[in-house]
């Protein structure tokens, strides 16, 4: 398998506020990343593709300029929650593809954010 | 991406074999079958993929049909720590056209 690492968890923050989520594949570079949000009781949505060295890819209804990604190295991705808001309250979770054998996707452990 | 077709639920007692049914009756030549699995409040863990042949791991196996348009997962003895959400996924690995769609999954009860 492949290790995908999130940090932090969980966090809680105030309304207003920003806070940032990393996504780091331990064992092996990852060109491409992705950015799921989850509600409860729902199925993962896709939010944005997160490319290395290059602007990411945000799906259809994803405010690109509240949900800022980065994905400086090969390594490591990270999305940003600007002006933080109660409705963003979510189950935030990354993914990375490990090239070789089918281009394998595998998930970080996830993200709670409770905006306050 | 093509669509895929799960029983909302299913339920299977301790130690039988569960047989997870998926329908992705458009599948393209070029796509794969993955299956994944999220257990509650965690991120989804990668089970096992498939083109064309049967494949198997050390968690599951997977059986896909000779016309690829459905596919079942095998978890050949359940644990009680096998109940999750399991999602039958179609994609192709090419680069720009790799990203995972979920569906509603199938949420796969185990019984004592």
């Known amino acids: 398998g492949a290790v995908v690492s999130q940090h932090p968890s969980w966090v809680i923050c105030k309304s207003g506020t920003s806070v940032k989520i990393e996504c780091r594949s331990l064992?092996?570079?990852?060109?491409?990343m992705f950015w799921y949000r989850q509600f409860p009781k729902q199925s993962l949505m896709l939010m944005a593709t997160?490319?290395?060295?290059?602007?990411?890819?945000?799906e259809q209804g994803v405010e690109k300029d509240k949900f800022l990604i980065n994905h400086a190295s090969l390594t490591l991705s990270t999305l940003t929650v600007t002006s933080a808001h109660p409705e963003d309250s979510s189950f935030y979770i990354c993914?990375?593809?490990?090239?070789?054998?089918?281009?394998?996707?595998?998930f970080g452990e996830g993200s709670w954010l409770t905006v306050v | 991406d093509a669509k895929t077709t799960q029983p909302p639920s299913m339920d299977c007692a301790e130690g039988r074999a569960a047989n997870l049914p998926c329908n992705h009756s458009?599948?393209?030549?070029?796509?794969?079958v993955y299956w994944y699995r999220q257990i509650h409040s965690q991120g989804p863990q990668y089970i096992i993929h498939?083109?064309?042949n049967n494949e198997t791991n050390e968690m599951a196996s997977l059986i896909i049909t000779e016309d690829r348009k459905s596919s079942t997962l095998i978890l050949p003895h359940a644990t009680l720590r096998d109940t999750a959400v399991y999602y039958c996924?179609?994609?192709?690995?090419?680069?720009?056209?790799?990203?995972?769609?979920f569906g509603q999954g199938t949420r796969l009860t185990i019984n004592p």
């Open positions: 993914s990375a593809v490990k090239t070789g054998s089918g281009n394998t996707i595998y």
């Open positions: 064992d092996f570079q990852a060109t491409t």
């Open positions: 997160s490319n290395e060295g290059s602007k990411a890819t945000y």
């Open positions: 458009t599948i393209s030549g070029n796509e794969y």
């Open positions: 498939g083109l064309k």
């Open positions: 996924i179609v994609r192709s690995p090419v680069q720009g056209a790799q990203k995972l769609v």
